[in-house]
């Protein structure tokens, strides 16, 4: 919301400095987001009037004007197209340096034709963002006048406000704020025509019919005749342009000036579309529809709300949609005479439904959905048809047509104790008492330590305590808020749910931790044979971003793509992966090179590489991995496995399916993915053995598909409870082993716990290991 | 003859050279040796006078061999050695040294601040429903501040939480006050996506309930962060804004150093505020107070660290990631 200094110190005729405005305005959490320093209208333009217009020789689109700047007739060449005798707008003479235009004016030959200066928009003047037309001023303007004196410029403040703060949306609620803040007086724009609110005994000839007083709480018709609908006066331009608007004409720029000093929305109709003077209120209709005052043609929902009139045929037809936006064709238009000004009280809810339905924002909506003061409309009314009169020639007829009446707030039951209670800030009473009084508030001491405080109509956010208790800080000041400790009997424990451990094992084994989008596309998913998406976006950021992703390695695989130049790539990801549930995984990712350097031969990444991260992993948690053979869709079908940790399976690793890693522009890599938490074993001390170990190795030669684990068990089993380890130390295939087998080297390690063991005792076991091997078909290696 | 031995010691270049000499002179056949075996044939007076000086001779070659065959040796370890010399200035054969993401070393930064100062670290789940990211949190229906909250919606009609806070509806649910708990985590809303803006980003989230608990508290919670990140010499700003779960809500701001233009500001964190008394009720809490208070990491990491672009944290290049070695 836009609030340019000059407009707020018309309503607060003690403004400060803008430095201690912007630092108050902060400080009352009507939060200033920019400060931006307007420029009045150039030098060296004058208020000058259009005399005659003849057409350019040679052109279909230049005229030639002859206007009248004051001091005399001078032809300009114009391709305005609303270059027309009786115009009066702006010339700019020779010499005038345009914002908007980036030259200097001077005297030029257009076709033959001597043009002695340029006339003006509104762009190119740099007032406002209109080049349709050259900028159209008022009588008010005298002929002659330098522009930059009658169009100074401003500096307007930016602020951020709240969706709480509704009553805030206008120069007065933020002149409100700022005046019980400092403790100043307020200039109400409104005290000139508190005593013309209109009599509803003099018939105006209007009258009110509203159907859905829930959502149309208060209505009031104002009729002002006799008006001549033009531009506005430069000061209402002025004001309009300094908050980005685009001044129309008297009347509807009238609407908005008190649509942003009240904060009060209004729209004058055309009276003659009111058939016997009756304005309506009520449901459209199915298959009703409105084109808008921006040209909108829009399709009615039973939902809506509009303003309608009489009609021969319809019965009733829609004439503006109600809180939203005017109709079009009944609407003030240039030659008005007469016009019936709705100023009304429209319910947040429904107005936020129908703009959202047509997909509309307006400073109407924006304001109704956020509150407006519900006892506004017959003084908003008033302002704006004073103004109007004012400002378009008009007479405000002295009756008045309206629905509904003002609503009084509930009283808010309130402690003054308890702000020191819930902010800790020492306030007294009395200062409480006045703080709250100057925001609006009445408040009625009915018992020593409660007050009744009624908040003031506009306060839509005030309805319970502790936003009293807000406002009582708010004025007193936030900043004053101390700093303690609380004493809490509370002792946390000492989990880890962010998993810190394993993220800090991960990177002290080298990896790089990588954090990818939880969001993803369906075709990524299917190129990486992950598990199709189960959650699905409504309204998506794009098909890349449009599923919850089903697995981290996906993410993986695409950094690893972005990373192909990288030799040795190390990557993993814990994060939230989204099937029939939410379930925390961790991926990992290797591929290249794991061990080396750049003038010698590196260790090269394959699967026991991997297998001995996960291993080494796992060790530290103190929990045995193990691999058992098994398929996935994006896995190689011989290299892949499911990883079986302290005996539960939570997840799977290998390499790459190579046609995943084709669709990846990927050579061989290696990826697994894990459930979260990996299951941890507290460590409980076992004593350290004393006796030496014995050891014997041995060379079996086994059929080439017959996997390590398998043989192992053959040996554990055989070899009897003495055995303390079972180890592979070399895995052999050519001659002169067998085609189709290979040799494989385990070493045996035997103990007893409490004392050594005998050559024969160990030979008596490796017997029984070497019969139990030949009895699978196996043969020993000499 | 002691110094022809002697220089035939020294000249002695290997331990077979030396023995060589040890044999010329102390062997069985020996210069020496002959020399003892002659004194038996020389009188008894002779005898002794040459006796010691043979001895002394004796002695003297023998010493000298020991000490060549030292020095030998000493030679022998040094050229073996030697011959193990390594071109120290080649590179390092290594796996290269891994990196926490930026995001969660900043996230343990502060996780390690809110630990020391007795709060317990809660997740929870980041795809949630309108009852704890709105609803439960007092955003009345069709209300603008939702509006603030640009939510992506699923097609079931779940959401992607828009912040943390949902997990103060679930930790409270679920336990009794007085607890102090922080929340951090992956949060997410529909806006446009530039430099400074992502759909994606991580919120940390405190909440203290207790029975009495009050502002000042909650901005001595913020001070201690603050402080235990900036140094004693930062200080705290509370703004009053609005947020629906708290009552009275406030903004935080910092002062600190900016890294880059080494100005001394404002750096604006966060929202934070006492809980709303509708979001207690929503959870069955009755005579407690509380304050929450929470903010973006993805800020604070990107002015502290420099970070330019909020996407770059989220491609996955090994050139952005490596570079967040040893940050916090």
Redesign the interface.
């Known amino acids: 919301m836009k609030v340019p200094l000059s407009w707020l110190a018309e309503l607060l005729p003690a403004l400060p400095d803008v430095d201690t405005v912007i630092a108050r305005l902060d400080a009352l959490g009507l939060a200033v987001d920019g400060v931006e320093v307007l420029e009045g209208a150039p030098a060296d333009v004058l208020v000058a009037e259009v005399i005659k217009v003849r057409p350019l020789e040679g052109s279909d689109r230049l005229v030639v004007a002859t206007v009248d700047d004051g001091t005399g007739a001078r032809d300009v060449v114009s391709g305005a197209p609303n270059t027309a005798p009786g115009v009066r707008t702006a010339l700019a003479r020779p010499g005038a340096r345009l914002p908007g235009l980036d030259a200097v004016v001077a005297v030029r030959e257009v076709m033959g034709e001597r043009s002695e200066g340029m006339l003006c928009s509104p762009r190119e003047l740099g007032l406002f963002d209109h080049a349709g037309g050259l900028l159209a001023l008022g009588d008010d303007a005298p002929l002659g006048a330098a522009l930059a004196e009658l169009w100074p410029g401003d500096t307007v403040l930016e602020l951020e406000l709240t969706p709480n703060r509704g009553d805030a949306f206008s120069i007065l609620g933020v002149a409100r704020d700022l005046a019980a803040d400092l403790g100043c007086a307020l200039a109400h724009p409104g005290e000139a025509v508190r005593d013309a609110l209109g009599d509803p005994a003099v018939d105006d000839g209007l009258r009110v019919e509203v159907e859905d007083p829930k959502r149309c709480a208060r209505l009031v018709l104002r009729r002002v005749d006799d008006v001549r609908v033009g531009p506005s006066p430069v000061w209402v331009q002025r004001r309009l342009a300094s908050l980005g608007l685009r001044p129309r004409n008297n009347v509807v720029d009238v609407t908005n000036y008190v649509t942003f000093e009240l904060g009060q929305p209004s729209h004058a109709y055309d009276l003659r579309a009111l058939e016997g003077g009756v304005l309506q209120v009520r449901r459209a209709r199915a298959g009703e529809s409105l084109v808008t005052l921006n040209d909108d043609a829009l399709e009615l929902d039973p939902e809506d709300l509009v303003i309608a009139v009489p009609d021969e045929r319809a019965g009733s037809r829609a004439v503006g949609l109600a809180g939203v936006i005017g109709g079009r064709d009944d609407s003030v238009r240039s030659d008005t005479r007469s016009l019936a000004l709705e100023v009304a009280h429209f319910a947040p809810v429904g107005v936020r439904r129908t703009a959202r339905r047509h997909r509309l924002v307006t400073d109407a909506h924006y304001r109704f959905e956020r509150g407006v003061d519900p006892n506004l409309p017959p003084l908003a009314a008033a302002r704006a048809a004073a103004l109007i009169a004012a400002v378009a020639g008009g007479r405000v007829h002295d009756g008045v047509s309206a629905f509904g009446a003002d609503v009084e707030r509930p009283a808010i039951a309130f402690r003054p104790a308890r702000v020191a209670f819930l902010t800790a800030l020492e306030v007294p009473p009395s200062e409480q008492r006045a703080a709250l009084e100057r925001l609006g508030c009445a408040v009625q001491a009915t018992q020593p330590d409660s007050w009744a405080v009624t908040p003031p109509s506009w306060r839509f956010d005030l309805g319970i305590e502790e936003d009293l208790i807000e406002e009582v800080a708010r004025l007193h000041g936030f900043d004053r808020i101390g700093s303690t400790v609380p004493a809490m009997d509370f002792v946390p424990p000492s989990d880890d749910p962010t998993h810190r451990r394993l993220r800090d094992a991960l990177v002290g084994a080298g990896l790089l931790e990588t954090i990818s989008y939880a969001f993803t596309g369906e075709a990524e998913l299917a190129a990486a044979r992950a598990a199709a998406p189960t959650v699905r976006l409504a309204e998506p950021q794009g098909t890349e971003r449009a599923v919850m992703r089903t697995a981290l390695y996906p993410g993986l695989l695409s950094a690893a793509r972005l990373n192909h130049a990288v030799p040795d790539l190390a990557l993993f990801e814990v994060g939230r992966v989204f099937g029939d549930e939410e379930r925390e995984r961790l991926a990992l990712l290797l591929r290249g090179e794991r061990v080396g350097a750049t003038w010698r031969a590196p260790v090269p990444v394959d699967f026991y590489v991997l297998k001995g991260l996960l291993e080494q992993l796992a060790e530290g948690l103190g929990q045995p991995l193990e691999v058992v053979p098994a398929a996935f869709p994006h896995l190689h079908p011989g290299i892949a496995g499911a990883i079986s940790w302290g005996g539960r399976v939570v997840g799977s690793m290998g390499r790459v399916h190579p046609e995943v890693e084709a669709a990846f522009e990927l050579g061989e890599t290696f990826v697994a993915e894990l459930d979260l938490p990996l299951p941890a074993r507290a460590p409980a001390l076992e004593p350290v053995p004393r006796q030496p170990y014995a050891e014997r190795d041995l060379a079996v030669v086994v059929p080439a598909a017959l996997t390590y684990a398998e043989l192992a068990q053959v040996c554990t089993d055989a070899a009897g409870d003495l055995l303390v380890s079972l180890e592979p130390f070399d895995v052999y295939v050519g001659h002169p082993v067998a085609a189709d087998h290979k040799s494989v080297a385990v070493r045996f390690r035997f103990r007893h716990a409490a004392r050594a063991l005998t050559d024969a005792e160990v030979d008596a076991r490796m017997k029984e290991v070497i019969s139990a091997l030949a009895s699978q078909g196996y043969t020993i290696r000499a | 003859m002691l110094d022809e031995a002697l220089t035939r010691v020294r000249a002695a270049r290997s331990p077979r050279e030396l023995q060589e000499v040890r044999v010329a002179y102390l062997g069985r056949k020996g210069a020496v040796t002959e020399r003892l075996k002659a004194l038996g044939a020389m009188a008894p007076e002779a005898r002794r006078e040459a006796g010691r000086a043979v001895n002394e001779l004796k002695r003297a070659i023998e010493a000298a061999l020991a000490a060549r065959a030292q020095e030998l040796d000493a030679d022998r370890v040094r050229a073996e050695l030697e011959s193990q010399r390594l071109d120290v200035t ?12 930026l ?2 070393q900043v ?2 930064k502060l ?1 390690d601040v809110f ?1 020391s100062l ?6 929870g ?3 949630e429903d309108d009852h704890h990211n709105f609803a439960a949190l007092n955003f009345p ?5 939702r ?2 909250q640009d939510t ?5 009609g ?1 959401l ?1 939480r828009t912040h943390t806070s949902p997990m103060q509806v679930r930790y409270m649910r679920q336990h009794r006050p ?4 922080v929340v ?1 985590g ?1 949060v ?1 809303r ?1 806006e446009a ?1 530039d430099a400074t803006h992502e ?2 980003f991580h919120q940390l989230e405190a909440l ?1 309930v ?1 029975e ?6 909650m ?3 913020i ?2 962060m603050a402080t235990a990140l900036l140094g004693a010499s930062t200080r ?7 947020f ?1 779960f708290v ?5 935080f701001a910092v002062w600190w150093t900016h890294p880059k233009t080494g100005r001394e500001e404002w750096l604006e964190l966060g929202g934070c505020g ?1 809980v ?2 509708n979001v207690f009720e929503a959870v069955g809490y009755r005579g407690v ?1 509380g304050f929450a208070f929470g903010f973006g990491i993805e800020r604070l990491a990107m002015v502290t660290y420099g970070v330019s672009d909020i996407r770059d ?6 050139r952005v ?2 570079q967040f070695r040893g940050v916090a």
């Open positions: 080649l590179p390092g054969v290594r796996t290269r040294a891994g990196a926490h993401h995001l969660t996230t343990n996780l630990r007795g709060y317990q670290v809660v997740v789940p980041e795809l229906e069709e209300h603008p501040a509006d603030t992506f919606w699923t097609t079931d779940r992607l007085p607890f102090k708990v951090p992956k997410f529909n996506v759909a994606q203290v207790g009495r608990v009050t502002m000042a508290d901005r001595g919670a001070a201690a705290t700003r509370l703004q009053p804004t609005y629906p009552e009275p809500g406030a903004e006492m709303h008394p107070t944290l989220y491609r996955g290049d090994v990631l490596e």
